[in-house]
């Protein structure tokens, strides 16, 4: 599972994720998100890694599928990705990732 990024939510954070599975040829993306207990998976989807990427197995962030997880960032009130400080930050502030 890779973490593409850190967005803030209201009593909470999310995570925008992927996993590539090269085998399959498809890319799992997907958002999960941590409130008081533990990590939940929001949504999910699933594309032909041929549609989203190169053969050595790179696929861009930007890209269509993940304009496919924007209603779902949007309907759970995530804010804009934090950058590495910020997120620092929050886990000095006492958040488990």
């Known amino acids: 599972v890779m973490i593409l990024a850190t967005l803030p939510m209201e009593g909470g954070f999310c ?3 992927e996993v590539i599975d090269q085998t399959a040829q498809r890319i799992d993306l997907g958002i999960a998100c941590r409130r008081d207990e533990g990590w939940n998976v ?3 989807l699933s594309e032909p890694l041929s549609a989203t990427g ?3 197995g790179f696929v861009a962030a930007s890209g269509a599928e ?5 209603p779902f960032l949007d309907r759970l009130g995530t804010g804009v990705a934090l950058g590495p400080a910020d997120e620092a930050d929050a886990i000095a502030r006492g958040w488990t990732p």
Not at 66 to 70: A, R, T
């Open 15 to 17: 995570r925008e994720i």
């Open 42 to 44: 929001e949504v999910t």
């Open 54 to 56: 190169t053969e050595d």
């Open 66 to 70: 993940m304009q496919g997880l924007q």
